[in-house]
């Protein structure tokens, strides 16, 4: 199958209550490589149900097509940041520290052009007309040129000066689909934790990285050591074209640099150890992570962190979207065994 062809869902569902499961004939996402369907979870009281059914290694959806397709995370404990010996380490990265984190939800992919542009159809997203000239770059493309205030909306405020929901941004169309307001951008620790996928070395992978399992340019002369080789595609992949990590999440590593929630600070002490964002007054910086297609191998690693105005729309910005399973109506333990709260 050509790697940009757009293919469709079968029809093919089980009879489990409240669930709609979803075979694919995509043979890039882990669900069709492992027999895993993805529960297609209906808006509504259902939706409660449905979702207290599925556990780690689960994956779900909120509607048929565009929907970010969102891999169940289980809690745990991991050390964030850097050693001071790895390769590549940024004083940023550090000081290393133990975080505790709460289960969650994480979107499989990045999103997509066709997720953006159904975000726009529905009069919530900005239109993206840039797609650097790669051809068939849009569809299951990562969308790029977006900025953080592009995914989280405008600040707006109620007339007593308090803060309201935004009511555009990519995270407004897709908690339109929902109660309440689930979809959220991950925290830096949450982020990390899941791209990590238990791994504690520089990537998900171990100590290196290739091209076959990661979007970057190996083409790195500063690098000492030997190369791993492979080619410099020069441009994102579709979402879903690399393996999995070990959370089922595909391109983390490379492919686009993927916006957070936290404001952005040079160091980690004093940061969150319970997984919550970094916020500060007026932040000036957002963090971005995960590399993009034009980083080398240093730049991909799990740890590494870039930080950015967050109006600003360049062309390997991109994202992934997070869900909070208490905003949701869940109360779960580490082991995601969840109980409807409402």
């Not at 979107?107 to 975000?119: G, K, L, M, P």
């Not at 007026?282 to 240093?298: M, N, P, T």
Request: glycine letters at 12%.
């Amino acid at each position: 199958m050509n790697s940009d062809e757009q293919t469709t869902p079968s029809n093919a569902y089980s009879n489990r209550p409240g669930l709609r499961h979803r075979s694919f004939k995509r043979a890039w996402l882990v669900a069709a490589a492992s027999g895993v369907a993805v529960a297609a979870v209906p808006m509504g009281a259902n939706a409660q149900s449905g979702l207290a059914a599925l556990g780690p290694g689960d994956v779900f959806t909120h509607c048929e097509i565009f929907c970010p397709e969102m891999a169940l995370i289980p809690g745990g404990e991991f050390r964030m940041g850097s050693p001071e010996d790895e390769f590549g380490r940024e004083p940023d990265e550090g000081p290393t520290r133990g975080v505790a984190i709460a289960p969650f939800a994480i979107a499989i992919t990045e999103v997509t052009f066709n997720q953006w542009d159904a975000c726009v159809a529905d009069g919530f997203c900005r239109r993206i007309e840039e797609d650097l000239g790669w051809g068939k770059g849009r569809g299951r493309r990562p969308a790029i040129g977006v900025s953080w205030r592009d995914v989280v909306g405008a600040r707006r405020e109620g007339d007593d000066g308090a803060p309201l929901p935004p009511d555009d941004g990519f995270l407004a169309w897709i908690n339109s689909k929902v109660s309440g307001s689930p979809y959220r951008l991950p925290t830096e620790a949450e982020w990390e934790y899941a791209a990590r996928a238990g791994a504690q070395a520089p990537h998900h992978t171990g100590e290196r990285i290739t091209v076959a399992e990661a979007n970057f340019n190996p083409d790195f002369s500063k690098d000492p050591r030997p190369s791993a080789g492979g080619r410099y595609r020069g441009k994102t992949v579709p979402v879903g074209s690399l393996p999995p990590n070990g959370f089922g999440l595909f391109e983390t590593a490379g492919n686009v640099w993927e916006w957070v929630q936290d404001c952005y600070r040079p160091s980690y002490r004093g940061a969150p150890i319970d997984g919550s964002a970094v916020e500060e007054p007026d932040c000036q910086k957002r963090v971005l992570r995960g590399g993009g297609y034009q980083a080398f191998e240093i730049g991909v690693r799990a740890a590494n962190r870039y930080s950015f105005d967050p109006e600003a729309r360049l062309g390997a910005f991109g994202v992934r979207v997070a869900f909070d399973l208490e905003e949701a109506g869940y109360r779960c333990d580490a082991d995601l065994n969840c109980t409807p709260t409402r």
